[in-house]
Nanobody, 116 residues
Framework: QVQLVESGGGLVQAGGSLRLSCAAS????????MGWFRQAPGKEREFVAR????????YYADSVKGRFTISRDNAKNTMYLQMNSLKPEDTAVYYC?????????WGQGTQVTVSS
């Protein structure tokens, strides 16, 4: 089991940037594909981005492509999500998890709020 803690969220104006971090426990972090997900108020949780174990391949939801960048540092057991050109519709709680996600690995998430 991988335990995950998200951080880095906050309140930002439209057009601004934030960098989210996902700290993982356990020595097997580097063996997992990882992903970012988000859940907006009143909506189901949705996929945002994913990355292979080596970081060599990434994939993004169409809604964030060209604005968000996923990366990882296996030496630090940490994954990141750089979010640029933020829009009000990016407002959500952001979660990290393995990809595909494990039900027993969801953390508390980190709130991102983008004001217009």
């Amino acid at each position: 089991q991988v335990q995950l803690v998200e951080s880095g969220g906050g309140l930002v104006q439209a057009g601004g940037s934030l960098r989210l971090s996902c700290a993982a426990s356990g020595r097997t972090f580097s063996s997992y594909r990882m992903g970012w997900f988000r859940q907006a108020p009143g909506k189901e949780r949705e996929f945002v981005a994913r990355i292979t174990w080596s970081g060599g391949t990434t994939y993004y939801a169409d809604s964030v492509k060209g604005r968000f960048t996923i990366s990882r540092d296996n030496a630090k057991n940490t994954m990141y999500l750089q979010m640029n050109s933020l829009k009000p519709e990016d407002t959500a709680v952001y979660y990290c998890n393995t990809y595909p996600p494990r039900e027993d690995s969801w953390g508390q998430g980190t709130q991102v709020t983008v004001s217009s």
